[in-house]
């Protein structure tokens, strides 16, 4: 793992527009369902997952999950209800309420706030079929009261025997009662044109491959969508006060995602750099999945070395990182000056994993520099808000004229006039 | 105006993606100011908005402010602090604390929530350069507690004497002190990226031509930006109760925008209807915006009749309206109902003008039937959140094993054994 001056150090950042065939691929299966619906659903699921299906074997049926729960082992299901309990009571903190703002002389402004009415969660296969991704995604859309939240995966994703039963479950666990075997581009066409079997939603969220990243790209507008993740980053601000097995083992627990997944310490203190390049030597040593965390920590890891502290968080402000562990002395005091960061780990029990998994907060977050604007997924991306405005009869008397002051500067007169015709109506010729 | 029924109404949806020239020289635009800074900048601004500046020219001085003031009458003025006071008000309500739920084991979970740091206002140039979109824009971010909001626009808005006086007096109250005389896709290049002379932003809002909506749509990821608006919309729901004059006023008003708006009467009253047809004939006759407001109304104005008041709210609800108005007996009591909507006005006083111009809400809405998922702009559209993840040692002794149970499943043993080390170190050998 390298060591380098912390400020000549610059994250690679990538953002993937697919190839111009994949393009053109994503492209034909959108206007193909939107234009053909389940036919072309069918069609590209027995060309795409090898499914041969019927319009009404698309839907997960109440005894395929029933039969999940019996493939799954109890402790398995003990551990994903605590997650989601801890997950639900921390998007509930997050729960908002219209609001009016009711004046004296009967006039009210304020803002309805309302909950999507249907959402779809993808969920992509093989492999990357997470069932604590499945909570991240479904409960803060439960907790902010989405009426009908649907979840598709594709027919393939728990290879020949269908779907994973620890996705099924953990939707269920969710609250998710709809769900549909499809992947793809057409899932995502699916869910934002709708077919005969599937109504269209409001928005979709959830990750997939580069053919679901683009579909979602295309049909932004028609629905909304969640960002684009991109690969996963943790930065571990640290100083003599932390054990380097610790944050060894943290950098780790990153870079094994994919080979394009970074982790970055940030110290000031030259002998921790080198104990924990040495201590990522070793623990990578009996690592499962070493491979890709070993190309990762080489291409992507770095160690940097901050003159002060003052440039440690600068470092880490600058990088924006989607993960922040301070693990240093007093780490509350490091707070107020976090600028800029998906989730910040405080402390040396607060590792990574405890917030992937547990602790309640979401582990979808904001990567690629993206957390100097961008937030975790949260109820709010559940919510809409629509502005309320009632004048009463004596405030449209009394600011009349200003309203059409502006509207006139602006040179839109019919605008006055809409005022002017009640002022008229009134008595009150302007 | 066609009298339609209301199950046979689809509005057009327009999405404007532009052509292969204009993305080609949006594309060579922002290449251009990326890589080679003001020399770029100062270069496209003389080609374009045909201003042969200096890159010390780039920003407007206090004098030119100062001065600005000079040229505006004081009745403008007045109005526009008005509506500013009201626009403050009413997004001061929305303002939302960092929060932190701490447990009695010494966890703690949370929302840091922070404004973001920069954050840039593009003001377009020529007669769609609006004072009052200057303070809709500003004004939420000033609240939220941007400490850095930038203005750009172009050199040539207010003709040969420079920047409109009425653009910068209304910036000046909303609190900007940064403003540049730069437009188009090369001032979008130059906040997203930083030139010598203009640090780089966090996030772009603001209207503009179609190469400053590409230009957004190209940096979007380096940067946040706003929801790019389509035409605007009105649809009116209306009862016997309601004056037609008043109708056709606030039809007009929205007409008048542009060619491409759509002024929409919902009703369940034949003699309403044809009423309303009349009376916008009448009021047309003298608008001065009357040949865009009559091709408004003849290609996109529509008076549907709907069985009953269910199927009233219904196609309003399927239409998603930008601004709806309920001119209706005993409006509030169809508010409930109503799913999708921007801004809702309420009662036969709240005409869209006073939404506009003055109540306070924003006017900058979700149009295109976005408002099923989006919201006016608003305060949080200026901050951002991180969470917060404090466990203690006894939290994680207990729910070790869980968190292990659930990363293992995923296939993600790194992720296990950073909880592993740290259960071990306690002497805890799970």
Do not use: C
Not at 213 to 231: C, T
Not at 241 to 248: F, G, K
């Amino acid at each position: 793992m390298r060591i380098i001056k912390a400020n000549e150090f610059k994250l690679a950042r990538e953002v993937e527009y697919g190839t111009p065939e994949q393009n053109k691929a994503v492209h034909d299966i959108l206007e193909g369902v939107r234009t053909e619906g389940d036919a072309a659903l069918l069609r590209y699921t027995a060309q795409f997952d090898k499914a041969e299906l019927q319009a009404e074997q698309l839907r997960v049926t109440e005894q395929e999950i029933h039969a999940a729960y019996e493939r799954v082992e109890p402790k398995f299901i003990e551990a994903l209800r605590r997650a989601a309990a801890n997950i639900r009571g921390f998007h509930e903190r997050q729960r908002r309420n219209t609001w009016m703002d009711v004046q004296p002389d009967g006039t009210m402004v304020g803002q309805v706030i309302r909950p999507l009415r249907r959402v779809g969660l993808y969920v992509p296969g093989g492999k990357a079929a997470y069932p604590s991704s499945v909570l991240m995604n479904a409960i803060p859309a439960q907790v902010a009261g989405v009426p009908e939240i649907v979840m598709v995966t594709p027919a393939s994703t728990g290879g020949k025997e269908g779907i994973d039963p620890y996705i099924l479950v953990a939707a269920a666990e969710a609250g998710i009662r709809e769900m549909y075997r499809i992947g793809g581009a057409q899932a995502v066409a699916a869910l934002a044109y709708g077919t005969e079997s599937i109504p269209p939603v409001d928005k979709i969220v959830g990750p997939g491959n580069i053919y679901v990243a683009l579909a979602k790209r295309y049909v932004y507008g028609v629905v909304d969508i969640d960002s684009i993740a991109g690969p996963s980053e943790i930065l571990v601000l640290a100083d003599d006060s932390a054990d380097p097995v610790y944050i060894a083992a943290d950098l780790l627990s990153q870079a094994e995602h994919d080979e394009m997944a970074s982790a970055i310490l940030v110290t000031t203190s030259r002998q921790l750099a080198e104990a924990v390049r040495s201590e990522v030597e070793r623990q990578l040593e009996t690592l499962p999945r070493r491979a890709i965390a070993e190309q990762s920590i080489r291409d992507r890891g770095a160690i940097l070395l901050a003159e002060n502290d003052a440039e440690a968080v600068e470092t880490s402000n600058r990088l924006a990182p989607e993960h922040l562990e301070l693990l240093v002395e007093e780490p509350f005091g490091w707070l107020g000056r976090i600028e800029n960061a998906g989730a910040i780990f405080v402390g040396p029990y607060s590792t990574e994993p405890v917030g992937d998994y547990f602790a309640g907060p979401n582990h979808i977050l904001p990567t690629n520099g993206t957390a100097r604007f961008s937030s975790p997924l949260n109820v709010d991306d559940f919510l809409k808000k629509s502005s309320v405005i009632h004048y009463s009869k004596e405030a449209l008397l009394r600011d009349g004229e200003h309203i059409m002051t502006l509207a006139r500067h602006e040179g839109l007169e019919a605008h006055a006039r809409a005022v002017q015709v009640r002022l008229e109506k009134e008595g009150k010729r302007p």
